[in-house]
């Protein structure tokens, strides 16, 4: 990834230029996949039965 295109993504995800001193670019990489996960339909959700019995 470029620092253009990095910066490109920040600004899609309202990031500001100032706040960047406070993120790593694991943390916004992080945020751009859950960005691009929300909109994700699942077939199945997890019940607490399921966590119990992990």
């Not at 990834?1 to 100032?18: E, K, S």
């Not at 670019?25 to 199945?44: F, K, Q, S």
């Amino acid at each position: 990834m470029t620092t253009a295109l990095f910066l490109l993504r920040t600004a899609q995800l309202g990031i500001p230029i100032r706040d960047l001193d406070l993120l790593t670019i694991g943390m916004v990489t992080d945020m751009l996949v859950e960005a691009a996960n929300d909109g994700y339909e699942y077939d199945r959700l997890p019940t607490q039965g399921d966590f119990d019995a992990f």
